[in-house]
């Protein structure tokens, strides 16, 4: 699988359980991931770097996706899913952030592509408060 | 061609047909896209997901393309490229959609990189109107 | 190196200097790379297509990284990384442009990966005015 793999995904369901599943389903545990579509309603995480925590904004409408850009490593030792997403509306504007659950699929495809080397592992950092590349 | 090929796309051609014209130069019918550079124009396509039909904005001004993703399958046997596009005004402001004919290129560089496996054939999806792979 | 090579980026270090040293401690000159992650600020080019030159916007707050997309080739015979920026800010608004020295790294991952065919060599190009691939 040194190639990008296409999956379309399902209708309706949630974006990163959709991307997850195919992980667990395929063994992909060190992967990039490009995703593109659209969204029925999404939800963003924007990450507070001084209060080390994430807010999130609820965007309740259709979106398209105007690009999904992430990763697959371990965390805990299971495939984590990281993504980040540029989405625009009906006027054209462009919005995003971290996707957190709460994303649904309207239709996307994914492009899913193994990495090289050894697998990464999610370890807390103590300088940002996120669980990074260790 | 398992690792991305990158092309310099002509000035002032329209974006879908140049990287059309690649994808039928090079017979590339499988493939994932990735776009960056500028546009003296854009039409951006947002997808009524009720109504099954996409509307369009014309932006007639100088444009960064931050990011434009894709891919190459087929719709009625021949190479089909599906691209979303995200852009950058002199504000810094982003907006973007679908990628229409009429997106002017000023200078664009693209990666195009063959996906492992069949090739993706695009069939018409009642539940969303869009053509997707089957 | 034909699949992408996965990297964690150092905290606060700029984001052009931090892939300038992974692509010349790994003989990297031809490649794709894509980039998350999180900056403490930014510096986003526009160019002036009239003009020829480019103008910049320097956006002191934190920003996530929602698509870094670009490219490793030759310029006078060094390699150079060409990136563009999508960034949201904490109200989920996108904002980006070409990214320019003074985009500082709160936490960010990389994907590089090593592109097929000979190396690009960026040339000036009278009607762009800019280093384009020859």
Redesign the interface.
């Known amino acids: ?6 999956f ?1 995904l399902p ?1 309706d369901a949630d974006l990163l359980e959709a991307l997850d599943a195919i992980c667990r389903d395929k063994g992909i545990t ?1 992967a ?1 991931i ?1 995703v ?1 579509g ?1 969204l ?1 309603r999404a939800s ?7 209060e080390h925590r994430y ?1 999130s ?1 609820e ?1 309740d409408k ?1 979106l ?4 999904g ?3 697959v ?1 371990l965390k805990e030792g299971q495939p984590f899913v ?1 993504l ?3 989405l ?11 996707a957190m659950p709460g994303c649904r699929i ?2 996307a ?1 994914a ?1 899913i ?5 050894p697998e ?1 592992h999610r370890v807390f ?1 103590e ?2 408060g ?1 669980f ?2 260790g």
């Open positions: 699988m040194s190639a990008p793999h296409l379309r209708k060190h990039t490009t593109i659209a029925s963003l995480g924007f990450y507070l770097q001084d807010v904004h965007v259709p398209e996706v105007l690009a850009l992430g990763s490593s990281h980040h997403l540029t625009s509306d009906a006027t054209g504007a462009a919005l995003g952030g971290h309207f239709a495809e492009a592509q193994t990495a090289e080397g990464k950092d300088a940002t996120l990074l590349w």
